[in-house]
């Protein structure tokens, strides 16, 4: 090592020593300042979501018969319980009673987004869609997420009168695992000898629909509901009987959801059931934690069976 | 953090290797637990699935996913690399990259926790305390490597 090398370590290291000894760290201590500052800021801003979260939790207006529509605003108690149905009462239901199951297509499978498309049409005024939509909502709610949901009701002149349900006019649903196209064709309110419309199916849905709604896979043809899950299996009609509906408003049947021995629980929840199937038939078996629980691979044998 | 003198001496204080290398290792733990829980039907969450607290709830989520992978992988990777910048020798190295890439994944990880928390609450409407778990750990992890970089005395360089 050369003399000035030597000097240069030597005056590198005495102004070390006089930095750790006599002089105070003054980037340090400033710094020391900012870093205690940025975890403070942090802590704020996670408390005040908290608190936001809480204050505006609830205040959302809960379904109100003012309004001339024919829908409302669902109530955020029934969203979270229908969202957050325990994976228990989905096992322990299993199948639950249901009248009917989804039937084999086999088709050629549409993509859309990179993903299965799963398919609904229906109307605001068919009691059948009405109890449908109940199982479709909470199964689904297993896969992604819905917003935009509104409350509705069956016509107050057909059987299974005003019949408490969602909505999906309007809706959006997001999943990792499936495009969920919902069709929603008329309202429940009355014009000329019919309702009036709301949605026109699009190139992909009218195809589903003319193409597996009918025989062979059905006796009636052009019937709603209708579900195509990416034409490889399908529904038509309701899957329980919406009498088990009759007369309860949307908070009791999606508070009786979380009871597995209710008959609102085995009617929606068994069917829910089905549709978890038949989407992990057609999305890869994905989530597998829904996919391999013990309810919906109950239902999974009941595929194709009718 | 502020511009410091280059020939300012790099000096962590004692403690901080051994807490921020047991607070990667306890968020990389969380972490394999998470995943395992992901990709396994054998193994649930030992959670609450009900009500507010919903670990199921938010596991399975669209949220609970990040560029077609599970985040519960993204936090075992980055525990992972966090795990390596935080070893005694990492801590010492006088290496700018390393102190400004230590300090600069804090920083990311602590953002990301921030738009974890925002989902639950406000997207997914439920908690997931394994989650929640990590996020503490993230946290304290951000003010740990933050306050240790500060008291070392030589702040990572922001500009030459």
Redo the contacts between chains.
């Keep these: 090592m050369t003399k000035d090398k030597q000097a240069q370590r030597d005056r ?1 290291d005495a ?2 020593r006089a ?2 000894t006599t002089r105070p ?1 003054q ?2 201590i ?7 500052g ?2 403070i800021a ?2 704020v ?2 408390i005040g ?2 608190i936001y ?1 809480e204050a505006t939790k609830g205040n959302s207006s809960p379904a109100s018969s003012a309004g001339a529509g024919s829908t409302s605003t669902v109530p955020p108690a029934v ?2 319980d229908v ?2 149905v ?3 009462v989905f096992n322990t239901v299993g199948i639950g009673k249901q009248l009917a199951y989804p039937v084999a297509f086999h088709g050629h499978a549409p993509n859309v987004g990179g993903k299965p498309v799963a398919a609904y049409i229906g109307a605001e005024y068919c009691p059948y869609c009405a109890a449908e939509r109940w199982p479709v909502v909470t199964a689904l709610s ?4 819905f917003s935009g949901l509104k409350a509705t009701h069956s016509s107050s002149s057909d059987v299974y009168p005003n019949t408490q349900t969602f909505s999906f006019h309007g809706s959006t649903y ?3 695992y499936i495009t969920f196209q919902p069709v929603e064709t008329a309202s429940n309110q009355p014009q000329g000898d019919s309702y009036k419309p709301l949605d026109t199916p699009n190139a992909l849905q009218a195809s589903m629909f003319q193409t597996y709604n009918g025989p062979p896979y059905f006796s009636q043809s052009g019937a709603i509901p209708f579900i195509s899950y990416s034409n490889q299996y399908g529904s038509q009609g309701a899957s329980y009987s919406p009498q088990v509906l009759a007369g309860l408003s949307m908070s009791q049947i999606a508070s009786a959801l ?1 009871d597995p021995s209710s008959p609102v629980a085995q009617g929606v929840i068994g069917t829910a059931n089905t549709v978890s199937a038949a989407v992990c038939a057609i999305d890869g078996g994905k ?4 996919c ?1 629980s013990p309810g919906v691979t109950a239902a999974a044998k009941k595929l194709g069976s009718g | ?5 280059r ?3 790099w ?1 962590p204080p004692a403690w901080a290797w051994p807490v921020t290398t047991i607070l990667a290792l306890v968020g990389l733990g969380l972490s394999i637990y998470l995943t395992i829980v ?4 054998a193994v ?1 969450l030992a959670c609450s ?3 507010t607290i ?1 670990c ?2 938010v ?4 949220e609970s ?1 990040l560029l ?1 992978r599970p985040v519960a992988v993204w936090g075992l990777v980055y525990f992972v690399v966090v795990l390596v910048m935080c070893l005694p020798a990492a801590w010492r190295s006088q290496s700018q990259a390393m102190k400004i890439g230590r300090v600069a994944l804090a920083i990311l990880g ?1 953002l990301f926790v ?1 738009r974890l ?2 989902a639950e ?6 908690i997931c305390l394994w989650c929640t778990a990590v996020h503490a750990v993230m ?1 304290a992890l ?2 740990a490597v ?2 240790a ?7 990572p360089q922001t500009a030459s």
């Design positions: 590198r102004r070390a930095a750790m760290k980037g340090g400033s710094g020391m300042w900012m870093a205690i940025g975890v942090v802590v801003v996670i979501m908290v979260h969203m979270h969202e957050s325990p994976a228990s297993r896969f992604g997420k997001s999943s990792p979380h989530p597998a934690s829904v391999q | 953090l502020e511009v410091a003198d020939d300012e001496v000096d992901h990709y396994s039907t649930t699935s009900t009500g919903n199921e709830k596991t399975t989520s669209p996913y077609g602590v921030l928390i925002y609450l406000f997207e997914i409407d439920a946290l951000f003010g933050l306050v970089t500060a008291a070392a005395g030589n702040p």
